[in-house]
């Protein structure tokens, strides 16, 4: 009969640890370099584009989507991109579809959506023209174009049905 107490071979508890530490220590290096990795490559585009143009600007990435800003305005790009929050007050935000760029450059505002259908694009003309907006022009070659005006501003509705994409550029007069 064999002693109760007979140790049981294995791995020893030393070598679990150790290699879970080791495991650890692996995923936070590839995060860490990630990370410097992203951040060395927005200084890098910073600095290409200052020593470009003289311009100065800020890049963020996060991965999902990246933001350029400088003293003139500034870019989102990607699924990260928002409705611009200063976008004037007379022009409501379009209800449908995903932003996946919007930009504001010395105020002139450029937002672009993907997923919306012709029916949305009618409607959202149809409520602007509900508040104040007057129709200024309709162009329907390769994309259907809207051109309306409200006081100081100009818009212009570009939808692309092949694409069901929609480019929304509002300017002062």
Do not use: C, H
Not at 34 to 63: P, Y
Request: cysteine-free; aromatic content about 6%.
């Amino acid at each position: 009969m064999k002693d109760s107490k007979t140790k049981q071979k294995g791995i020893p508890k030393s070598l679990i640890i150790i290699g879970v530490v080791v495991l650890v220590l692996i995923v936070i290096g590839y995060v860490v370099q990630n990370f410097v990795m992203r951040m060395a490559g927005e200084k890098l585009a910073e600095s290409l584009i200052k020593s470009r143009t003289g311009v100065e600007v800020d890049i963020k990435s996060g991965g999902e989507g990246m933001m350029v800003a400088g003293k003139d305005g500034e870019m989102e790009i990607g699924n990260t991109a928002q409705w611009p929050s200063d976008m004037p007050p007379d022009v409501p935000k379009f209800p449908a579809g995903n932003v996946v760029m919007s930009t504001n450059v010395n105020n002139s505002w450029t937002v672009i959506l993907k997923n919306v259908t012709k029916e949305n694009v009618e409607k959202y003309v149809s409520e602007l023209q509900k508040i104040g907006w007057q129709a200024d022009n309709e162009v329907n070659i390769m994309v259907e174009l809207t051109q309306m005006k409200k006081g100081a501003y100009r818009l212009n509705l570009a939808y692309d049905a092949s694409s069901n994409g929609v480019s929304l550029t509002v300017s002062q007069k």
